[in-house]
Structure formats: structure tokens, C-alpha cells
């Protein structure tokens, strides 16, 4: 059973998680339309989630079967992000901008893994504390640190995953376009001289 603080915590965890879970939401249902890729890109979803782990993540708890819910949190997010990356189409446009565009496909897998946590967080508030509490007891998970921590975490290895995915497709789209950009030149230069 929680404290009356540790409660308040949580409750607070809540309000400033679901704040932090719209605003990634939100920037990438943004990259439907297609946006530009810069700094920004890769930046903010690290700073945000990175605010929410300074914020919340306190300890990573070890005992009980918490190192497993970890893990799994953490092999569904990094799945979710990875898949999201690679369902975002990343190309120049004419004016030679890279530009990241993510599909149904990119933009429905962010919402499942942002939504699921929200949901799962909702529903705790909402009248489901009682049977996460029994489930918990039931496969030796010590608490509520221990959810905490794996929805963070989950959260953490999604972001990461998608940024570092998404990184490496725009710096392989950009070898790609100078290649081009070079043989072109190499072919006008060839037509110019015959």
C-alpha cells in the first residue's frame, strides 16, 4: 500500500506525465503532413522524455520480478519506436531539405505505445489501482516504483529508439542525395564537354 505522499506523487506523476505524453504525440502526428528534419527533430523528444525520467525515475527497482516487467516495458517500447522509425519516410525535397514524413502506419504505432501508457496510467487513477495492486502481488512485483519506473523507461526506449532510428535513415537519405547530387554534376559535365 502507498503513502499518503507516495499517492500524491503518483496523482502529480499523472498530470505532468499525460502533459508530457500529449506533447510527443503530438510532435510526431505533426510529421504526417512531413517536416522538416533539424536539430529540433531529434532534440525535443529526448529533452521531454528526459524531463519526465528526472522528474519521476528516482530508483530503478530490483527485486521481485521487477528487473522482468523492466524488460519487457522496455522490449515493447524500443519495438514500438523502432517499427514507428521505420514506417517514417525520409527523403529531399526540391529545395534539398530533409524531410521526415511519417505514414498511418509510423503515426498509429506512436499512438499505441504513447496511448497504452496513458491508458494504463488512466485506468490506475480511474478505478483498476485495485487489481494492478493484485496482479503486482500475485508475480512478485514490489510496487509502484516498480510501474513507475517500467512505463518511463518503456517510454525512454521508444523515443530513443525512434530517434536513433530515424538519425541514422536521414544521415543514409543524405549520403544518398550528394551521391546523386554528384553524379548529376558529373553527367552534365560530361554532356558539356562532348
Known amino acids: 500500500m502507498c503513502s499518503a505522499r507516495a499517492q500524491g506523487k503518483l496523482r502529480s506523476m499523472n498530470t505532468t506525465g499525460y502533459i508530457i505524453n500529449a506533447a510527443l504525440l503530438l510532435f510526431v502526428v505533426r510529421q504526417i503532413v512531413g517536416r522538416k528534419l533539424d536539430a529540433r527533430t531529434f532534440l525535443f523528444p529526448v529533452a521531454a522524455i528526459a524531463v519526465a525520467a ?7 527497482p530490483t527485486a521481485g520480478n521487477d528487473l522482468v516487467l523492466l524488460g519487457i516495458c522496455v522490449a515493447l517500447g524500443a519495438t514500438f519506436g523502432g ?30 505505445g504513447v496511448g497504452a501508457r496513458l491508458a494504463f496510467a488512466f485506468a490506475v487513477e480511474h478505478g483498476a489501482g485495485a487489481s494492478v495492486r493484485q496482479f503486482s502481488i500475485e508475480h512478485h512485483v514490489t510496487g509502484s516504483a516498480a510501474w ?15 530517434t536513433g532510428v530515424l538519425y541514422l535513415k536521414s544521415r543514409r537519405a543524405s549520403a544518398a542525395y550528394r551521391l546523386q547530387s554528384w553524379q548529376r554534376i558529373g553527367s552534365s559535365t560530361s554532356t558539356a564537354r562532348a
Do not use: K, N, P, Q
Not at 54 to 60: G, K, M, P, Q, R
Not at 150 to 159: C, H, K, Q
Open 54 to 60: 528526472a522528474e519521476f525515475l528516482h530508483s530503478i
Open 83 to 112: 517499427l514507428c522509425a521505420l514506417a517514417t519516410r525520409i527523403y529531399h525535397d526540391r529545395r534539398g531539405d530533409l524531410i521526415a514524413r511519417a505514414g498511418l502506419l509510423a503515426a498509429s504505432l506512436w499512438i499505441a
Open 148 to 162: 513507475v519506473a517500467a512505463l518511463i523507461l518503456m517510454a525512454f526506449a521508444e523515443v530513443l529508439t525512434r
